[in-house]
Nanobody
Framework: QLQFVESGGGLVQPGGSLRLSCAAS????????IGWFRQAPGKEREGVSC????????YYADSVKGRFTISRDNAKGMVYLQMNSLKPEDTASYYC?????????????????????WGQGTMVTVSS
């Protein structure tokens, strides 16, 4: 079965850091651009970041730019999201997914409907 497994979430104080991990199961990671998405309670899912398979280029939502860093290790089948300077508004379940039509991210990745293989997500709560 093709899917991702996210981990690394938890409770952190504002200003703190977390590193999320995304493990690919049953697929060859370097075939796909990979995105991190999040969904807060009562809100729509939003794209956070995307990393290309082809050249490692990255895109970030404006709300996380300068604070979050996405990376990937194709050999290990892993994608990571380093989150620094966390804010209460970062509280959400975080998911990773593969863009089934692209190896290279595009700037409007948040609006694409081509991401799939969603995992169960990992919850991040930023609160004092």
């Amino acid at each position: 079965q093709l899917q991702f497994v996210e981990s690394g979430g938890g409770l952190v104080q504002p200003g703190g850091s977390l590193r999320l991990s995304c493990a690919a199961s049953g697929l060859i990671l370097d075939y796909y651009a990979i995105g991190w998405f999040r969904q807060a309670p009562g809100k729509e899912r939003e794209g956070v970041s995307c990393i290309s398979a082809s050249d490692g280029s990255t895109y970030y939502a404006d709300s996380v730019k300068g604070r979050f860093t996405i990376s990937r290790d194709n050999a290990k089948g892993m994608v990571y999201l380093q989150m620094n300077s966390l804010k209460p508004e970062d509280t959400a379940s975080y998911y990773c997914a593969a863009d089934l039509e692209r190896r290279r991210c595009v700037s409007n990745f948040q609006r694409l409907k081509t991401f799939d293989y969603w995992g169960q997500g990992t919850m991040v709560t930023v609160s004092s």
